[in-house]
């Protein structure tokens, strides 16, 4: 969390609060751009109307897309472990059914909820997946996470499509050894994967060419592609925070600052691959409604909201007093050049909650 004030902000917390029509492809204003090595997202800014992909090769972008990865620095790069929208498309998923107060939907929902539950672990890491990967470590994987969430948030890709890539990622790289310089390019490959699966309108392949700033061809793409999907067993269906917490927030009927706050914690999750091979995806979207509760109103859970979130969520409290107290410890610490989910999350339009203070946070946890 950071303490940065919202007028050092400014500019950039107003950029996402109107983010533009993806798939322009005016490049007026286009900058260099640095290559993988460095510490800040390079951010190119365009102006012009959204007009439709001609063809494969026709580089599309949205507005100030990042096009390339930044990377840790020198002595971040030794790190081995780690401790323990509103928008129409940004908070549809598995379980963002719509109903109001039929019986046959409302039971149909929670059909679903209960049979994700019971495949809760299915298609997740569930080992630190590092010692196959001598050439990467944890905090590569956050930053490309981070950027995954800004080009995610700049495309206007639906929120299970972000959970998805990055599941696709992990998965991969539990099972297949890739050099440095290879994980961006597994990266794009998620995400290309993660929109044909569940966009309506998925990014074509300029647009991911566009977002690697020409690093990656077409065709270098489309083989990691394949041997990703391979490696996967095509393999695609797989529960994440994103499956669940849409579900829980709508059922428990939480105002919307709570709902704003569970969509940060869960997104903050993404980045700690501790949390993800710790917790199955529906204990950890159960606990990030828990604190997002807590940190709305800065206050402990009242007695009849926490039997209605066990009610709801199928977990008890004291069954999940191990994941709250790492949440709250993830969420406590500073994701140093990790910027990208800080700016969203910082935004009008989520409520500003990532500058909202987390220090009352532990003393929730400790239950």
């Avoid at 990042?66 to 940004?90: C, F, H, M, N, Y």
């Avoid at 995610?152 to 050894?177: G, P, S, W």
Wanted: proline letters at 5%; one cysteine or more; hydrophobic letters at 40%.
């Amino acid at each position: 969390m950071t303490s940065t004030t919202m007028s050092e902000h400014a500019p950039e917390i107003e950029e996402y609060e109107q983010p533009t029509k993806k798939r322009v492809t005016a490049l007026s204003g286009r900058r260099p751009f640095r290559d993988i090595t460095n510490l800040h997202v390079a951010v190119v800014a365009i102006d012009g109307k959204k007009q439709p992909s001609q063809d494969l090769d026709t580089p599309v972008a949205d507005s100030s897309v990042p096009r390339v990865l930044p990377q840790a620095s020198p002595e971040e790069e030794t790190i081995a472990t780690v401790k323990t929208s509103e928008s129409a498309g940004d908070d549809v998923a598995l379980l963002d059914l719509t109903f109001e107060t039929e019986d046959d939907e409302e039971l149909l929902a929670r059909e679903i909820y209960e049979r994700l539950l019971q495949k809760n672990m299915n298609n997740t890491v569930t080992s630190d997946y590092f010692n196959l990967q001598p050439k990467l470590n944890i905090k590569m994987r956050s930053i490309l996470v981070d950027w995954l969430v800004e080009v995610h948030y700049r495309f206007k890709l639906q929120t299970q499509t972000l959970f998805l890539a990055v599941n696709y990622i992990d998965r991969f790289l539990a099972t297949t050894t890739i050099e440095r310089d290879q994980l961006q390019l597994v990266g794009v490959a998620g995400l290309f994967i993660a929109g044909k699966v569940e966009e309506i309108d998925p990014i074509v392949l300029g647009d991911m060419i566009y977002i690697s700033d020409d690093m990656f061809t077409g065709e270098q793409i489309m083989d990691m592609e394949r041997t990703m999907l391979a490696a996967l067993h095509f393999d695609l269906v797989a529960p994440t925070l994103e499956s669940f917490v849409p579900y829980l927030t709508k059922t428990l009927e939480v105002e919307s600052t709570v709902k704003h706050f569970s969509s940060y914690f869960s997104q903050q999750a993404l980045l700690h691959l501790p949390l993800l091979t710790t917790y199955a995806p529906g204990m950890l979207a159960a606990g990030c409604l828990y604190l997002a509760y807590a940190a709305a109103n800065s206050e402990q859970p009242p007695s009849d909201w926490v039997l209605e979130w066990e009610h709801v969520t199928k977990f008890s409290l004291p069954d999940l007093t191990r994941c709250l107290q790492d949440l709250c410890a993830t969420l406590m610490v500073p994701s140093r050049n990790l910027e990208a989910l800080e700016r969203k999350f910082s935004s009008k339009r989520y409520s500003r909650v990532a500058q909202h203070p987390l220090e009352q946070l532990s003393s929730f946890c400790c239950l």
